[in-house]
């Protein structure tokens, strides 16, 4: 290789770049104080650098900030956030209805009519039924379809998403109380909904960044097929045990002697009648280049009807025949039975209460007892409503163990616990990447002959990384036995672990009197690295001052590191 005076560009949109902080062959042992300009202040980040700076120590004008100073800006920072939290465009962007509301027509609410006629008729039968993957009474399901709804009416910010109750949240739920009746299920639910809010407060939106596609996926794929499985029981009508999915079905199979024959018809005839209605549903008589006749409208709107309501449609004709057949007495099949009329009086969850049987205390439950048994699904059932709009992406094969070890666990153990395994294997992979960073290496010579390894890394320097990186330019080093000229345009910041490491570098090639460079260092990551005065610490800003430095130290002449 021969040297390439572009190998050290001039890069203001990615590095710092000071033209006047360079050596030469008459100031390469110039001390600290004697600069005119000290390698203090703010690194230069580039208009197409995006990431954090949370790593970078600085220091402006030598003024540090003091506890009086922070209190003391403390009002104004409070009546800032007030002002701008109070602003027609935040009160919009909050209350969404304010911009919908006044834009509302006669044919939204003739659309929103025959919607709500559809959506609820299905969300009935609906809500009965997750009540009893849970194990609550039934009104409980019909309570969560609706109540949601007049909040949404004024916080919610899209039309099109499903609002109520959800198989996966009905059966986290029921992972999460175990059975242990209403008053667990309504603490759980009050306190998803206050993690949430705190989590809109204070900007925690972004720990659900940390789900990849690849949990989303397995979690997803194995929450479809439990949810069949959650329903495969009130088909056969048996009443096996929950569990995981695993030990649901060795239930399921325990009781499938056990089965009855009129609920395994009635459901499987129902599954088929709704696949007919929405086969019919796509069904239209004539083109969409010739205009329809009366008789071809009428044919086309009937299916479209029975395409789109075909859910109402089914359970209004089974209640029709459940209704029959209690009035002729015992039904052949299991129904709800009685659901209470009315609505419960508003009030808190109860942060604790009395099982009471026949009169007799058989339990007490205090506040703290009550969120003990809810385990790790007072975090879990918040995180996994914000989940569920989470794209799924494709994997490639780093990605895909995880799918499967997600799916897996998922599917082995509780969903909460399958979650938090995926996610866990996820951060693992994460700060494995944190703590190997890339470095790419080669060797040059310079115009004069002298040959050196250029070692370029690609990230900050922070404590996961250091002893990776001290280790890969310590190998290569003494593997070459040359001059090692580190790149630092991609390092935009430093800790004090980094700071300590490089002490130790520079002092161990010192000690085999071989030389280090450090190229277009940030002058705040010099300040990290100051406080520690690392022997032979040698930087330069200019690539063409590189030759005079390798030359100096060829001619054996004496080249004193700069604590900058």
Request: aromatic share 12%; glycine share 10%.
């Amino acid at each position: 290789f021969s040297y390439n005076p572009q190998q050290f560009p001039n890069r203001n949109d990615e590095a710092y770049d000071n033209p006047n902080f360079t050596h030469s062959s008459a100031d390469i042992s110039t001390s600290h104080s004697q600069r005119s300009t000290p390698c203090l202040g703010s690194a230069y980040l580039g208009p197409n650098y995006l990431g954090s700076n949370q790593f970078i120590v600085l220091e402006e004008d030598n003024q540090n900030t003091s506890v009086s100073s922070v209190i003391k800006n403390i009002v104004p920072w409070t009546k800032n956030r007030i002002r701008k939290g109070f602003t027609k465009k935040m009160l919009y962007r909050k209350l969404p209805i304010l911009a919908w509301l006044p834009k509302y027509n006669t044919n939204y609410a003739a659309g929103d009519f025959i919607a709500g006629i559809t959506v609820g008729l299905t969300l009935i039968p609906q809500g009965l039924a997750y009540h009893s993957i849970i194990g609550l009474p039934p009104q409980y399901g019909l309570y969560s379809s609706f109540i949601g709804c007049f909040i949404y009416i004024i916080f919610g910010s899209c039309k099109d998403v499903p609002f109520g109750p959800s198989a996966l949240n009905a059966i986290l739920a029921a992972q999460a109380i175990k059975g242990r009746g209403p008053e667990h299920a309504i603490l759980l639910s009050f306190m998803a909904g206050l993690i949430q809010i705190m989590m809109g407060i204070f900007g925690l939106g972004f720990i659900i960044n940390f789900v990849s596609g690849p949990v989303s996926s397995g979690f997803t794929s194995a929450v479809a097929l439990i949810i069949i499985t959650s329903q495969v029981k009130d088909i056969l009508g048996i009443n096996p045990k929950s569990g995981t999915f695993v030990e649901t079905w060795y239930n399921i199979l325990q009781e499938l002697p056990n089965t009855r024959l009129w609920d395994t018809v009635m459901g499987i005839t129902c599954i088929i009648l709704l696949l007919v209605m929405k086969s019919i549903g796509t069904k239209k008589l004539g083109s969409d280049e010739q205009k329809p006749t009366t008789l071809q409208k009428l044919f086309n709107n009937i299916t479209w009807i029975i395409g789109t309501g075909r859910n109402a449609i089914l359970v209004v004709i089974c209640a029709f025949i459940g209704y029959l057949y209690c009035s002729m007495g015992k039904p052949p099949f299991l129904v709800i039975g009685e659901v209470p009329q009315g609505l419960p009086g508003f009030q808190l969850p109860s942060f604790g209460y009395t099982k009471e049987v026949n009169g007799t205390v058989v339990q007490e439950y205090t506040f703290m007892e009550m969120l003990s048994n809810l385990g790790s699904g007072i975090i879990i059932v918040p995180l996994v409503g914000l989940l569920e709009n989470i794209a799924i992406c494709k994997a490639f094969e780093s990605c895909f163990i995880i799918f499967i070890v997600t799916f897996i666990a998922c599917l082995v153990l509780h969903l909460e616990i399958g979650i938090l395994v995926g996610i866990g294997i996820n951060l693992l992979l994460i700060l494995y990447h944190a703590a190997r960073p890339k470095i790419f290496v080669e060797k040059l010579s310079t115009t004069g002959g002298v040959e050196y390894l250029l070692l370029t890394p690609d990230r900050c320097l922070i404590f996961p990384s250091a002893d990776y990186v001290r280790h890969i330019v310590t190998k290569y080093g003494v593997r070459q036995g040359i001059p090692v000229v580190i790149d630092c345009s991609h390092i935009y910041g430093a800790d004090f672990t980094a700071a300590t490491v490089i002490e130790t570098l520079t002092s161990d090639f010192a000690a085999r009197d071989q030389i280090i460079f450090f190229f277009n260092l940030k002058p705040s990551v010099c300040s990290v690295f100051e406080g520690l005065s690392p022997k032979g610490f040698v930087v330069f800003y200019n690539g063409n001052e590189l030759d005079d430095l390798l030359l100096k130290y060829v001619k054996g002449e004496n080249i004193k590191g700069e604590n900058v």
